[in-house]
């Protein structure tokens, strides 16, 4: 039979600054205890729905009131509902394929680094001895990274949802996770946008073969390794002959993957314009700032008052190397 340890759960372990609940609860029930145990694998929150038998998925997953069968159970919903909103984030969104790094922060404020790039600074010349090494300055940037809130109300009451099955209701918070990717990734590509000037395809209202070796041709010190594209555009794309080949469309229909000229992946997403393209190395084009993880207001939560309970992400994007993002538009007649 499975141990549990009978921690006492409590409101205090939301409110710890640059923590979670499940850090604070690995502090007091570490998973390195478990190694080579039947309960290996499992995180320290999902060790304690084991000890109240909470099952959230699956057909014979337990109904919301499950978790207000005792009070310390209850303290365990507002991480349920934060986990189940990072589920539909990660698994909607893009944001991934195109961030070089993500920094989480305490605050509202934050500066990120830039280096400014000469040509001096890019060339590495043989060090005689006793010559001084060359100095690339990295300074704080000037300007702050602007974060921003999204988040959903939820507005239900518990009576009305507390027989529905936990499984049903972490598909409707998935989708609430859904929606705030989508809103993120149009943030991201408004920091990408912003402050270029965009090459323009040769003809009117279609992109070619050359227009792609032009845009891939201005990556001078960068690889042009993804591309964001609206779905009016990706069909541009694919209607290229050179995307015709045999090869291609057997990739493309086997496996749903693009095979580009260049060899950049193509995220499909209608946060960028119809006639836009965004090309970017992906390594060094942006960065992801977020403000701690998904909030929820668990003091709502834990006493079974969903009537107006808000669920939100704080986050913002920067640009690291503004050269390693190029953009290309249709020419209009």
């Known amino acids: 039979m499975s141990i ?11 409110k710890v600054g640059g923590s979670s609940f499940t850090r604070e609860l690995e502090k007091l029930d570490p998973s390195t205890e478990y190694a080579g145990s039947e309960l290996a694998g499992l995180d320290a929150f999902q060790r304690q729905l084991k000890r ?13 009131q499950k978790f207000f069968q005792t009070s310390d159970s209850a303290y365990l919903f507002p991480e349920y509902v934060c986990r189940a909103v990072a589920q539909g984030m990660n698994e909607a969104a893009l944001l991934n394929e195109i961030i070089a790094t993500k920094t989480n922060i305490n605050s509202l404020d934050y500066r990120s680094i830039i280096t400014d790039l000469s040509d001096n ?56 996770g859904a929606y705030i990717a989508k809103a993120q990734m149009s943030d991201a590509v408004t920091t990408l ?22 845009l891939w041709g201005s990556f001078a010190d960068y690889e042009m390794n993804t591309i964001l594209a609206s779905p009016v555009m990706v069909q541009k794309l694919l209607a290229m002959p050179e995307m015709q080949d045999a090869a291609a469309g057997l990739a493309f ?30 390594r060094f084009a942006l960065e992801m700032v977020t403000a701690g993880d998904v909030q929820v207001d668990y003091d709502k939560l834990i006493d079974s008052q969903l009537e107006r309970a808000a669920v939100t992400s704080i986050a913002g994007f920067g640009k690291i190397f503004p050269d390693a993002v190029q953009v290309m538009k249709l020419k209009t007649a």
């Open 52 to 64: 109240f038998d909470i099952h959230v998925s699956g057909s014979q997953s337990d109904t919301i």
């Open 253 to 282: 229909h086997g496996t749903g993957k693009l095979i580009t000229p260049m060899g950049a992946k193509i995220i499909k997403t209608s946060c960028v314009a119809d006639d836009t393209l965004v090309a970017l190395d992906k």
């Open 4 to 14: 549990f340890k009978a921690i006492k759960l409590d409101k205090s372990m939301y």
């Open 121 to 176: 600074d890019k060339n590495m010349p043989a060090i005689a001895e006793g010559e001084k090494i060359p100095e690339t300055v990295i300074k704080l940037s000037d300007v702050l990274v602007k974060l921003v809130k999204r988040g959903r109300m939820l507005v239900a009451s518990y009576e009305a949802i507390k027989f529905q099955r936990l499984d049903l209701f972490t598909v409707t918070l998935k989708q609430i």
């Open 193 to 214: 946008l912003n402050g270029e000037t965009p090459v323009t395809t040769a003809a009117t209202g279609k992109v070619t073969y050359a227009d792609l070796l032009n």
